[in-house]
C-alpha cells in the first residue's frame, strides 16, 4: 500500500535499517532515517540528544504525518563483550551495555516519538526484537545478556502498546523478530544450516508483514513471516 502523503522513520542504521529505509522509499513520501552518525545523531546515553532528533523529525514530517516509526537498533557483541554460554561469564559492563542498546534506547525513543504519530488514523511504531528474548520459547539457555534486554524491551512494547491504544484507537505497537539476517550483529553466529537471509530480503519481509498488521495486533510479538511469538 503507497504512504504517498505520509513519512516513515528508521532508527538505528545498521543493515536491517539500512535496507528497510530502501524497502520504504517507494512507498512513503519521506522516508528519514536516524542513528548514531545521523545528522542530527542519536546517542542512547545522552536524552537531550533522542530529543532534539524528535524536535527535528516534528519538523521534517510537517507535511506529511508520521505514520511508521520502525526501529532498528540493537547489540549482540563488540568491544563491550560477548554472548555469554554460562553464569560465570556474566560481566556488569556486558550486561549494562546490552541493557543500554536493546531496552533503555528503545524506552526512551518511545518517550520521544510515539508523541510525534498522529492522534487520528492507522499508524505503526515496530521495535525490532528477537525470539531469543522470548522467555516461554528459551530452551537452550545462555546469552543472559541479551536474551534478558530483549525480553525487558518487549514489557515495553507490551506497556507502551497499551498506553498508545488510549491516545489513538488505530495505533499498532509491536516487537518484531526479523529472522536470521546477515548482518555485523549475526555474523559471529550464524551457523551454516540456519536460514540466513540478506538484509535486501529480509526487510521485504518484515514490510510486508507491518502493512498486513493492523491495530487489532498491537501489543503482539511477531515474527518476520506474520507469525505470533510466545512472550
Ligand atoms: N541480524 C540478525 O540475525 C538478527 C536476529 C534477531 C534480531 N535482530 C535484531 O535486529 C535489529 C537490527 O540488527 P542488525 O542485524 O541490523 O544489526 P547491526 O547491523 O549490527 O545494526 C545494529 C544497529 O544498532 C545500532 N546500535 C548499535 N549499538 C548502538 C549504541 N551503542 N547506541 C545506539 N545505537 C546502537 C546501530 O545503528 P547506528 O549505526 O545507526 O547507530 C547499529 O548499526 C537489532 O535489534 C537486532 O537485535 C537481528
Known sequence: MSQAKASALVIGTGAIGQALVAELQSRY??????GR?????INFEDEPSIA????????????APLRLLLVASGFLHGPAGQPERSLKELQPGYLTHSFLVNAIGPALLMKHFLPLLPRQGPCKAVFLSARVGSIEDNRLGGWYG??????????????????QARRNKQATVLALHPGTVDSPLS??????????R??????????????????????????????????
Do not use: C, M
Open 29 to 34: 513520501a519521506s522516508v528519514l532515517a536516524l
Open 37 to 41: 552518525s545521523s545528522d542530527p545523531a
Open 52 to 63: 532534539a532528533a524528535a524536535h527535528w523529525t516534528a519538523g521534517e514530517s510537517a507535511d
Open 146 to 163: 541479551y536474551r534478558a534486554a530483549k525480553a525487558a524491551l518487549n514489557q515495553l512494547v507490551k506497556t507502551a502498546s497499551i498506553e
Open 187 to 196: 555474523a559471529p553466529f550464524s551457523k551454516s544450516g540456519l536460514d540466513v
Open 198 to 231: 540478506s538484509p535486501a530480503v529480509a526487510a521485504g519481509q518484515i514490510v510486508q508483514v507491518i502493512e498486513a498488521l493492523d491495530a487489532a495486533d498491537t501489543g503482539s510479538f511477531v515474527d518476520y513471516r506474520g507469525e505470533r511469538l510466545p512472550w
